[in-house]
C-alpha cells in the first residue's frame, strides 16, 4: 500500500500545498491538546535532562517518534546532510543558549549527534555524504569533539552522544567513548532492564542523571523497533523531494523524501539552496514528481509577540527573498516554477502563521 507521502508527491502543486500546510496545522493542534501538554510537562518532571539533537533533514529520522517520546522534549537542530560545525556563529548561539538555560534551571544537556544509514541498501543512506557510512559517522564524531572544546571535555555539563539510526528498522545505535557500540537490534525479545546496566558499561563517563533520562529513550526505541519487526515497510528508496525549506520550525515535516531542509546556521546559505534546487530540478526531469511546481517554505520560530514577531518576521522575508534570488540566479527556468510561502512559527504552539 503506498505511504501517504508516495500519494502526495502525484497529486498537482496547489494540493501538495495545501496537504502539506494542514498537515502543520493539525501538527499545532495535537501539540497543544490537553493530553498532549500534559504528558510534556510530565516527562519534563520526570526527566529534566535538556535534550537536542542533531540531524539530518532526512524525514526519516524521526527521533521522538522513533523512542516514543512527546513531542517538545527533544530539540531538533536539523540540516542538509546533519552537516554542522559548532564555530558558525549563530549555530554556536543559538546552542549555548539552549544550553545555558537548561543550566541556569539546574540541568545538564543531552547532545545527540546522529548519523543515518541502510542495512538493507547503501544507496537508501544519507545523500549528504554520498550515501558514505563512515564518512556520516566521522562526521557526526567531529561535531561531539568540539562539543567537548565548547562545553568541556569532562562532559558533565553536555554530553556528546554520537547516535546512529538505521532507517530501516528506526532503531539507535549508540557509540560508547571507548569504541563499543549498543545497538537496539541486538535487544530484540531480550529483556529491556538489562539496558540500564549496558548504558552505564558502555558510557562509564555519562553523568547518572543523563544516563537516567537517556535510557527511557533507548526504551522507547527498543518498544518501536519491535512493533516493526516482521512488519512489511514502504522503505522509500527513491528520493522524489518537492519543497525546500529554509529556516526553522519544521517539525511538523517527516514525510519522507518530500522536504530539502537547510538550517540557517552555516555562513554560506547560497551553496546549500543551489543544491536542493539541483535536485528538485533532477527529480522533475526524471519524472520523479510533476514538473508543473515546487514549495519554496521560509519559516522563523519566535516566543513572544511585539518584537520577537517582528525579528522572525523579517527573518523569514530575508531568507525567502535570499533563495528566491539564488534560485533564479542558478536554475531560472525552475524559478519559474516556484510557489514561495513564507511564514513564522509560534513556537510555545508550534503555529505556523502565512505572511503572505
Not at 110 to 123: D, E, P
Request: proline share 6%; hydrophobic share 40%.
Amino acid at each position: 500500500m503506498p505511504s501517504p507521502a508516495q500519494l502526495l508527491h502525484d497529486q498537482p502543486i496547489a494540493q501538495r500545498i495545501d496537504a502539506l500546510l494542514s498537515l502543520s496545522k493539525q501538527h499545532a493542534e495535537h501539540f497543544c491538546s490537553p493530553g498532549a501538554w500534559l504528558a510534556r510537562q510530565r516527562y519534563m518532571a520526570q526527566h529534566p535532562t535538556s535534550i537536542v539533537v542533531m540531524k539530518c533533514m532526512d524525514g526519516r529520522i524521526h527521533i521522538p517518534h522513533a523512542t516514543r517520546t512527546p513531542l517538545g522534549i527533544i530539540t531538533p537542530f536539523r540540516n542538509l546532510g546533519g552537516i554542522f560545525d559548532l564555530g558558525w556563529p549563530y549555530l554556536g548561539e543559538l546552542l549555548t543558549d539552549a544550553v545555558i538555560d537548561a543550566a541556569k534551571s539546574g540541568h545538564a544537556t543531552l547532545m545527540l549527534i546522529t548519523y543515518h544509514f541502510s542495512s538493507g541498501h547503501q544507496a537508501r543512506g544519507c545523500a549528504g555524504f554520498d550515501c558514505d557510512t563512515e564518512a556520516a559517522k566521522a562526521h557526526a564524531y567531529a561535531i561531539a569533539k568540539q562539543a567537548g572544546q565548547l562545553f568541556g571535555s569532562d562532559h558533565q555539563q553536555v554530553y556528546p552522544l554520537v547516535c546512529g539510526f538505521e532507517t530501516d528498522s528506526d532503531a539507535l545505535i549508540i557509540h560508547g567513548p571507548q569504541g563499543d557500540v549498543l545497538d537496539i537490534r541486538d535487544w530484540l525479545g531480550r529483556c529491556e532492564e538489562a539496558l540500564d546496566a549496558r548504558l552505564a558499561s558502555l558510557c562509564p563517563d555519562m553523568p547518572k542523571e543523563i544516563q537516567k533520562d537517556l535510557l527511557p529513550l533507548l526504551e522507547g526505541n527498543l518498544a518501536h523497533v519491535s512493533a516493526l519487526h516482521g512488519v512489511k515497510r514502504e522503505l522509500d528508496i527513491e528520493h522524489r523531494e518537492w519543497v525546500i525549506c529554509i529556516g526553522r520550525g519544521f517539525d511538523f515535516l517527516h514525510l519522507p523524501n518530500t522536504a530539502l531542509i537547510i538550517g540557517p546556521y552555516g555562513p554560506d546559505l547560497a551553496e546549500p539552496i543551489g543544491t536542493a534546487a539541483a535536485i528538485i530540478d533532477a527529480n522533475m526531469q526524471a519524472g520523479r514528481i510533476p514538473d508543473d511546481g515546487f514549495m519554496l517554505l521560509a519559516s522563523t520560530p519566535y516566543q513572544h509577540s511585539g518584537v520577537d514577531r517582528a525579528r522572525a518576521e523579517l527573518k523569514s522575508r530575508f531568507l525567502s527573498d535570499f533563495a528566491e534570488h539564488v534560485i533564479q540566479r542558478e536554475h531560472p527556468s525552475l524559478a519559474k516554477k516556484m510557489r514561495r510561502h513564507t511564514a513564522v512559527v509560534h513556537w510555545p504552539t508550534r503555529r505556523l502563521d502565512s505572511l503572505d
